[in-house]
């Protein structure tokens, strides 16, 4: 089906381990979203990518960071895990205003 | 800081009712507005969008929309047992090139049967 594809589905690292979270939108939508999902504090945007070649923080962009790969292809990587990166991770894309987004299925990562 | 309030609940309400969520927005500016369903272990879903100041009906759905109070809600007719999930808000600011969305914390809705 056509949408936005998350790798992996679910994450174990152990503090200070590395790792890439991968979204790829297969809708041609230009900009493209990574948040984060924790109980009780809603969905909280980490980076986004307005188009090809740009991206920008979100709100809590402090041990993250992303890559515009292409069009398709926006990625999301941890360089040294820490306990309060546990969380579930979404990868969103969106056409353009004023249209939504559409969601990936999801990453949950825990880190020990 | 824009803000986006919602009540989180939960909103219990008997099968076959009207539920109504709310949602007040900070940012006098914006422009469109979402509402998402959430189950629990899921990724959120778009229901429905509205741009316009009044009623969007879609289906058991009706989203509604006041700019002056800063003020959009979502009524579900009928309601479902299936319906029982987290419902966001999510609000745009004026047309600037595809800046991120604004998202209320939810509102959890229990449809009881």
């Known amino acids: 089906n056509a949408g936005v594809t998350q790798t992996p589905k679910f994450q174990v690292l152990k503090t200070g381990q590395s790792m890439t979270l991968q979204c790829a939108q297969d809708?041609?939508?230009?900009?493209m979203y990574w948040y984060r999902q924790d109980p009780g504090m809603g969905l909280r945007l980490i980076y986004y990518?307005?188009?090809?070649?740009?991206?920008d923080k979100g709100e809590v962009p402090n041990g993250y960071n992303v890559s515009r790969l292409n069009k398709r292809e926006f990625s999301l990587r941890l360089e040294s895990a820490a306990p309060s990166q546990t969380s579930v991770y979404f990868c969103?894309?969106?056409?353009?205003?004023?249209?939504?987004?559409?969601f990936g299925s999801g990453t949950r990562l825990t880190v020990v | 800081q824009k803000e986006v309030e919602q009540n989180s609940g939960p909103l219990s309400v008997p099968e076959g009712a009207i539920a109504s969520l709310n949602c007040t927005y900070s940012?006098?500016?914006?422009?469109?507005f979402f509402w998402y369903r959430q189950y629990s272990g899921k990724s959120p879903e778009l229901i429905m969008f509205i741009y316009s100041n009044g009623d969007k009906e879609d289906g058991r759905f009706t989203a509604q929309l006041n700019k002056a109070s800063q003020y959009v809600s979502l009524l579900i007719r009928d309601s479902q047992p299936s319906d029982s999930a987290t419902y966001l808000c999510?609000?745009?600011?004026?047309?600037?090139?595809?800046?991120?969305?604004?998202f209320g914390k939810g509102t959890r809705l229990s449809v009881i049967a």
């Open positions: 999510a609000v745009n600011e004026m047309d600037s090139g595809n800046t991120p969305l604004v």
């Open positions: 990518s307005a188009s090809e070649g740009t991206t």
């Open positions: 940012d006098r500016g914006s422009q469109s």
């Open positions: 969103a894309s969106r056409e353009s205003s004023p249209y939504g987004y559409t």
């Open positions: 809708m041609n939508h230009n900009s």
